[in-house]
């Protein structure tokens, strides 16, 4: 079992930055690709980036690439998302997911085992 929580979210005006982060419980944290969704209001959730368990497999989508940045920390248990020039159409809530594979990663969302709550991320026009 994993427990995810994500932190960092707010408000921010557009081309400007944060970082999430999703803290994860259990000690088997390190096993887990981990993937970074969001939803806005209105719209499916969507996939935005994943990184496999070792870091060595990291995976964008689109409308991300070049300004979006996944990292994890093993030791800390913690998946960051860092943002970087951020657009209005950016805003949504921000999920965190762990996914058992050894292999790779997913942008395919019912193959994450656990989520977290979300954070919410608003950029400003």
């Known amino acids: 079992q994993v427990q995810l929580v994500e932190s960092g979210g707010g408000l921010v005006q557009a081309g400007g930055s944060l970082r999430l982060s999703c803290a994860a419980s259990?000690?088997?944290?390190?096993?887990?690709?981990m993937g970074w969704f969001r939803q806005a209001p209105g719209k499916e959730r969507e996939f935005v980036g994943a990184?496999?368990?070792?870091?060595?497999?990291?995976y964008y989508a689109d409308s991300v690439k070049g300004r979006f940045t996944i990292s994890r920390d093993n030791a800390k248990n913690t998946v960051y998302l860092q943002m970087n020039s951020l657009k209005p159409e950016d805003t949504a809530v921000y999920y965190c997911?762990?996914?058992?594979?050894?292999?790779?990663?997913?942008?395919?969302?019912?193959?994450?085992?656990?989520w977290g709550q979300g954070t919410q991320v608003t950029v400003s026009s």
């Open positions: 990184i496999s368990w070792s870091g060595r497999s990291i």
């Open positions: 259990g000690r088997t944290f390190s096993t887990y690709a």
């Open positions: 997911a762990a996914d058992n594979r050894r292999l790779g990663v997913s942008d395919v969302r019912y193959e994450y085992d656990y």
